[in-house]
């Protein structure tokens, strides 16, 4: 959620988008065949298991499907450290900053309807945002508007760790930021700021008449076929459930964030899913189409949203509320106890989706991203994530985004 980190690309914690050219992602790229023989499959497994000793991870979820064709599915440690019970692919769990995915598909849908305008100041469409007659709702979606973000406030952090289940308004969250001069003048360059994804959810909501969850539910996860997917008004999370682990604490005590509150995320990373349903999701993302052949957006737009820019980021581009990494399309996530990577690589026809419940980085960065990582190297060779560093701009970003070789300790929680 991010910022927690951009997660930013996907939130969380560190960003690793590389230097990419401005123009649409490479969805016609010659096709690849991966294949997910027993062989392969036995490395995996040997690989992600050495990797989650290391780093000390309780649990990971991981399904890399390949449409039409084998695919590698699999759970290791456990959902919940006081039973043993394994993660399974329709539990819930919270994604952090793949939210985003959902929050900016609400606003480009509303471009599709005629009633945004990309390319329009917020101001036209929202009051009291600073220098909002001069940033753009593009520059919103794809993390230029410069505006600062409020996870990275200090006094919040500490509000944050002093108190996980206070319930947050978006008002209240853009207060914080808009106390904070802006970093660059909009559309100069990128920035994971959780900030604009909040001022996006509004806009949702002040052009449709609707709360942002209706909104939602109405118009993407029931089209989509997301039946478990949701953004919630409170901190309950349904069962079964995956249990998340944090040392985000006053006294960096490891407790379960399971209960914890996500208001602070909202639009920018909320939401509860299923690895089920984010199997469902990120082709659809990708592609722009629904399962039964009609468009979740026009071609136009959904041609906009994959025209990845440069985040000064190695090997990452960022788009509107989507992200490269390696050839990678999709998101990551992360947030106290969570940490969620949900990408499509067209080319091979192959979704990879990872929950890992816990986002104790240390000195490994990102967790998800260290499994991302592990797995496109046996499985993808030719699309392999670089290692993380810090975490991925949510893929994102964490408070920078994504990750890199020698990764800084998390400070602060992404989205």
């Given at each position: 959620?991010?910022?927690?980190?951009?997660?930013?690309?996907?939130?969380?914690?560190?960003?690793?988008?590389?230097?990419?050219?401005?123009?649409?992602?490479?969805?016609?790229?010659?096709?690849?065949?991966?294949?997910?023989?027993?062989?392969?499959?036995?490395?995996?497994?040997?690989?992600?298991?050495?990797?989650?000793?290391?780093?000390?991870?309780?649990?990971?979820?991981?399904?890399?499907?390949?449409?039409?064709?084998?695919?590698?599915?699999?759970?290791?440690?456990?959902?919940d450290k006081a039973t043993g019970i394994p993660i399974k692919t329709d539990m819930y769990t919270r994604i952090g900053s793949v939210t985003k995915t959902f929050a900016v598909t609400g606003v480009l849908q509303l471009v599709d309807?005629?009633?945004?305008?990309?390319?329009?100041?917020?101001?036209?469409?929202?009051?009291?945002?600073?220098?909002?007659?001069?940033?753009?709702?593009?520059?919103?979606?794809?993390?230029?508007?410069?505006?600062?973000?409020?996870?990275?406030?200090?006094?919040?952090?500490?509000?944050?760790k002093a108190d996980p289940y206070h319930a947050w308004t978006p008002r209240e969250l853009l207060d914080i930021a808009f106390r904070h001069p802006a970093d660059f003048p909009p559309g100069t360059r990128w920035e994971y700021s959780?900030?604009?994804?909040?001022?996006?959810?509004?806009?949702?909501?002040?052009?449709?008449?609707?709360?942002?969850?209706?909104?939602?539910?109405?118009?993407?996860?029931?089209p989509a076929g997301l039946d478990a997917t949701s953004l919630p008004t409170g901190a309950a999370i349904p069962s079964p459930y995956i249990h998340g682990y944090t040392n985000l604490t006053p006294d960096g005590a490891a407790v379960?964030?399971?209960?914890?509150?996500?208001?602070?995320?909202?639009?920018?990373?909320?939401?509860?899913?299923?690895?089920?349903?984010?199997?469902?999701?990120?082709?659809?993302?990708?592609?722009?189409?629904?399962?039964?052949?009609?468009?979740?957006?026009?071609?136009?737009?959904?041609?906009?949203?994959?025209?990845?820019?440069?985040?000064?980021?190695?090997?990452?581009?960022?788009?509107?509320?989507?992200?490269?990494?390696?050839?990678?399309?999709?998101?990551?996530?992360?947030?106290?106890?969570?940490?969620?990577?949900?990408?499509?690589?067209?080319?091979?026809?192959?979704?990879?989706?990872?929950?890992?419940?816990?986002?104790?980085?240390?000195?490994?960065?990102?967790?998800?991203?260290?499994?991302?990582?592990?797995?496109?190297?046996?499985?993808?060779?030719?699309?392999?994530?670089?290692?993380?560093?810090?975490?991925?701009?949510?893929?994102?970003?964490?408070?920078?985004?994504?990750?890199?070789?020698?990764?800084?300790?998390?400070?602060?929680?992404?989205?």
């Open positions: 959620m991010t910022r927690y980190r951009m997660a930013p690309l996907l939130a969380a914690a560190s960003l690793l988008l590389g230097l990419l050219s401005a123009g649409p992602a490479p969805a016609a790229a010659a096709p690849h065949r991966v294949d997910i023989d027993p062989a392969v499959a036995e490395k995996l497994d040997d690989a992600i298991t050495a990797a989650m000793r290391e780093a000390s991870i309780p649990g990971v979820g991981i399904g890399l499907w390949i449409d039409g064709d084998d695919s590698y599915v699999r759970a290791f440690g456990t959902a309807d005629g009633k945004v305008r990309l390319d329009a100041p917020v101001s036209t469409y929202l009051d009291g945002v600073p220098g909002g007659a001069h940033i753009t709702v593009r520059q919103l979606a794809e993390m230029r508007s410069g505006l600062y973000n409020y996870t990275e406030d200090p006094r919040w952090m500490a509000a944050l959780n900030t604009n994804t909040v001022l996006l959810g509004l806009l949702v909501e002040k052009i449709s008449g609707q709360p942002l969850h209706t909104y939602l539910e109405q118009h993407v996860f029931e379960d964030a399971s209960s914890f509150n996500p208001s602070w995320g909202w639009a920018a990373g909320a939401v509860i899913s299923t690895m089920d349903d984010l199997h469902a999701w990120v082709p659809i993302l990708v592609s722009g189409k629904l399962p039964d052949g009609d468009r979740l957006l026009e071609p136009g737009t959904q041609a906009e949203r994959l025209r990845m820019l440069p985040t000064g980021q190695h090997e990452v581009g960022y788009g509107l509320g989507i992200s490269e990494i390696d050839g990678w399309i999709g998101h990551t996530g992360e947030l106290p106890g969570y940490e969620t990577v949900a990408f499509r690589l067209p080319q091979a026809r192959a979704t990879l989706v990872i929950v890992v419940n816990t986002d104790t980085d240390g000195k490994f960065g990102n967790l998800s991203s260290l499994i991302a990582s592990t797995v496109t190297k046996i499985a993808t060779p030719d699309n392999a994530w670089s290692p993380p560093q810090e975490a991925h701009p949510e893929v994102v970003p964490e408070p920078s985004a994504p990750s890199a070789p020698t990764p800084a300790p998390k400070t602060t929680p992404s989205g």
